[in-house]
């Protein structure tokens, strides 16, 4: 059975911190991962990850992929309020049967 | 170019109704998925479809429900005969056909309480 798991579950930074959220997956016919940010509503795409070792950048928020050890990491320099939300890692199958396997989400909190 | 459209945002229905979900993809997207997420758990995959087709139903019940795509209008997932425990959200998601892309947006989701 596929396997996400993110960690930390919670966390609580103050504005201008950096953040580091991690992923490891388990997933058959692994292609790729995504990044998702959800507030009250629908998940919100950041990033999408094919290739190890290659950073994606957009803003303060980057994402890096390493498929040696089956991981992913999602920084968030100088956060802000409305940085606030369950950020989720969904890694996707390739071939015809393409899903998403979704873990539980980190809750990021950043209080001013 | 709107996003993935949902409707309705918010069902209530009693215990033994039918509840009908709706998703309309984005423009040029025909592939649609359905996930679920239960209260204080992570979005689950449902099911997965092509015009007219379902390709994977792997994470859907295999009583009560049921989805499709037809040719001409909305995705609509079909819970018959609901329960307490079908509470909860339903997320759609399409991406686009083709090529090496299979992002994934979502839709606002619908609300469904059963009471």
């Known amino acids: 059975e596929d396997k996400v798991v993110q960690s930390p579950l919670s966390l609580v930074v103050h504005e201008g911190d950096t953040v580091t959220l991690n992923c490891s997956y388990e997933?058959?016919?692994?292609?790729?991962l995504l990044w998702y940010k959800q507030e009250k509503k629908a998940p919100t795409f950041l990033f999408m990850l094919t290739s190890s070792g290659i950073e994606k950048k957009s803003g303060r928020l980057s994402s890096i992929l390493d498929k040696k050890e089956l991981s992913s990491i999602l920084n968030i320099t100088a956060t802000q309020t409305g940085d606030s939300a369950i950020y989720l890692c969904a890694p996707g199958r390739g071939g015809s049967n393409y899903k998403l396997t979704f873990g539980k989400g980190t809750l990021l909190t950043v209080n001013p | 170019n709107a996003g993935v459209m949902q409707n309705p945002r918010h069902l209530v229905r009693r215990r033994g109704q039918e509840a009908r979900l709706r998703c309309s993809p984005m423009?040029?997207?025909?592939?649609v998925y359905w996930y679920r997420q239960l209260p204080e758990e992570g979005l689950k995959f449902m099911v997965y479809l092509q015009k007219e087709n379902i390709i994977d139903e792997s994470g859907m019940p295999k009583e009560r429900f049921s989805a499709e795509f037809p040719k001409e209008g909305p995705s609509i997932l079909r819970i018959q005969q609901v329960v307490r425990g079908d509470s909860a959200a339903y997320f759609c998601a399409s991406s686009a056909t083709g090529g090496s892309s299979y992002e994934q947006y979502f839709g606002p989701g619908t609300r469904l309480t059963v009471t």
């Open positions: 423009k040029g997207h025909s592939h």
């Open positions: 997933v058959t016919n692994f292609r790729s």
